[in-house]
C-alpha cells in the first residue's frame, strides 16, 4: 500500500485505503473499512531501517545485473543531491606525477601506481542561498571538455525522482516518517528503474534511452490487472509481466541535442494567499 501511494498521482491516505478496498473486491473478499486510521497506525510501528535495507538491497541487485555498455562513458556514476554549481569557463590540462614518497601506502603499493596521470583541471563556483560563493578545483580523467554534453551529465538529474514520482514535497510530519517516506520513494525508484532495465535488455536497448515517466504510466495502467492474476497460474502471469515490459521498451526518450529547458513555470499560479 505504501508503495501504491508513492506512486499514485493521489498521494492521500483515503486514496491509499480506497485502492486496497478495490483489491481485496476484486478478489471477491470482504471490502475493509473505509477509516484511513488504522493504515496510519500500522505504518508508524514499521521498523525504519526496513526502508532503508530494502531501498539499498533493490538497488544493488539492479547493479549486479547491469551491463558493461550500459555505463556512462565506461564508469559507474554516483547522483548526488545538493547546492547548485556553475561551472567556469576556463580548463587546462595538467600532468601529475607520482610523489616519491606518500605517508598513508607503503612502498610496495606506491610503486604499482604510474608514474604520471593526464587530467582535467577545472575551477567551479558553489553558489548556494544565504552563504557565501566558494571556488574549488574539480579533477576529472574526462580531458575532452566538448565531449562531456549535456545529455551525459543528465545521469546525474534527480527530477525523475522529485518531480514523476511527487518527492519534492513530503506528507509525514514526524522525523521517523519523513525517513520511511523517503526511503519508499528511493525503493520505488529502484524498482522503476529495474523494470526499465529488464525491458531495455529484453529489447536490447539503452536503459536512458527509456522513459522513466512513460514506465511510471504503464506500471499504473497495468497495475489493476496485475493486482488480479494472485490465483492465475505462474505461465498466465509470466505473460502478462512480458507485455509489460513489451509496452515499457516503446516508451523511448529521442536524442534531442541543444534543446533549452530554462527552469520557469510554464503557467501561472492562482493568485491565492497561503494558509499559515
Not at 30 to 44: D, F, G, L, V
Not at 92 to 111: A, C, F, Y
Amino acid at each position: 500500500m505504501f508503495l501504491g501511494q508513492v506512486l499514485s498521482q493521489d498521494h492521500s491516505y483515503r486514496a491509499a485505503v480506497a485502492r486496497l478496498i478495490a483489491h481485496r473486491v476484486a478478489r471477491g473478499q470482504r471490502p475493509c473499512s473505509t477509516e484511513t486510521s488504522a493504515y496510519c497506525q500500522t505504518r508508524k510501528r514499521l521498523p525504519e531501517e526496513l526502508f532503508a535495507a530494502v531501498a539499498r538491497k533493490t538497488g544493488q541487485a539492479l547493479d549486479e545485473r547491469a551491463h558493461d555498455h550500459w555505463l556512462w562513458k565506461g564508469r559507474r556514476v554516483l547522483a548526488y543531491d545538493g547546492p547548485t554549481v556553475s561551472m567556469a569557463k576556463g580548463d587546462h590540462i595538467v600532468e601529475w606525477r607520482r610523489p616519491g614518497r606518500i605517508r598513508s601506502i607503503d612502498w610496495q603499493t606506491l610503486k604499482l601506481l604510474p608514474e604520471q596521470l593526464t587530467i582535467r583541471e577545472t575551477r567551479v563556483r558553489i553558489q548556494q542561498p544565504g552563504f557565501r560563493c566558494r571556488s574549488m578545483i574539480v579533477v576529472s580523467m574526462l580531458l575532452d571538455a566538448e565531449e562531456v554534453t549535456a545529455h551525459d551529465l543528465a545521469e546525474l538529474d534527480l527530477r525523475s525522482l522529485k518531480q514523476t514520482m511527487q518527492m519534492d514535497i513530503l506528507r509525514c510530519k514526524t522525523p521517523e516518517l519523513v525517513r520511511q517516506e523517503i526511503g519508499t520513494h528511493l525503493l520505488a525508484d529502484n524498482l522503476i528503474r529495474t523494470l526499465i532495465a529488464q525491458a531495455a535488455s529484453k529489447h536490447r536497448l539503452e536503459p536512458r534511452t527509456v522513459s522513466f515517466k512513460g514506465a511510471v504510466q504503464i506500471l499504473k495502467a497495468f497495475q489493476p490487472l496485475i493486482a488480479t492474476q494472485g490465483d492465475c497460474s505462474s505461465t498466465r502471469r509470466q505473460r502478462l509481466y512480458e507485455q509489460l515490459l513489451d509496452a515499457v521498451a516503446t516508451h523511448q526518450v529521442g536524442d534531442r541535442p541543444d534543446r533549452f529547458e530554462p527552469r520557469q513555470r510554464k503557467r501561472r499560479q492562482k493568485k491565492y494567499d497561503r494558509m499559515m
